[in-house]
């Protein structure tokens, strides 16, 4: 276990969170950290992209001209391919993307992700949001007094903690989450993680 500061809402350290070294503080496998975003971001692809053949483009049933005798190139049918209004050749059909993902690989990358945002000072804590009712401006208050105002932030919230998301959701940048949806690109697609230091702790039970 290392320690890890934890901050309250004025930005000043009001206690000391226990980080299991097992998940922050690991050496980043960053081979598996982008062998699974890419396999999130495949699965997020809709895949219903479809052009149509020449054999489902309407019209072109009759040759249009004959074979022989006129001087130009022969054609079977105005829907061929080099035709204006003709079809695809080879184009794209729905399909699906997803790619298969190891779940031993899945928590090795988020506990790389966890580890690299420890390592590169990334992470901040907090003793609790502390909103008692919703207010961005408290919620930019805060930001601010963390030093992480204006930065691309991922923010993660409990999910009962309705004051907090409706506080932190109209400021620009910002991505608000719960711990049951943290995923590797989520993680570390940010410049600074805020979360609470009991969720830190459950990341360090869940993951090790």
Not at 92 to 117: C, D, G, I
Not at 138 to 149: C, D, F, P, R, S
Not at 195 to 206: N, T
Request: proline share 4%; glycine share 10%.
């Amino acid at each position: 276990m290392s320690k890890f500061e934890v901050k309250n809402a004025e930005g000043k350290q009001v206690a000391e969170a226990e980080l299991a070294d097992a998940v922050y503080g690991i050496e980043p496998n960053i081979h598996v950290m982008h062998h699974i975003v890419k396999c999130q971001q495949a699965c997020w692809r809709q895949g219903t992209q479809s052009t149509k053949g020449r054999s489902e483009v309407s019209g072109g049933g009759k040759k249009p001209w004959r074979q022989k005798g006129t001087g130009r190139a022969r054609q079977g049918s105005i829907r061929a391919a080099q035709w204006r209004g003709g079809g695809v050749i080879f184009g794209p059909k729905p399909r699906t993307y997803v790619k298969r993902m190891n779940n031993k690989e899945v928590k090795l990358a988020m506990r790389s992700a966890l580890s690299a945002k420890l390592r590169d000072n990334e992470l901040v804590l907090v003793d609790d949001y502390g909103f008692e009712k919703p207010s961005t401006k408290a919620a930019v208050a805060m930001l601010k007094a963390l030093g992480i105002e204006g930065k691309r932030l991922t923010i993660i919230v409990r999910e009962d903690d309705i004051n907090a998301y409706l506080s932190f959701r109209n400021i620009p940048k910002t991505f608000i989450i719960t711990p049951a949806e943290a995923n590797t690109y989520d993680l570390v697609n940010n410049g600074a993680l805020l979360m609470p230091a009991d969720i830190a702790a459950h990341f360090g039970e869940v993951l090790a």
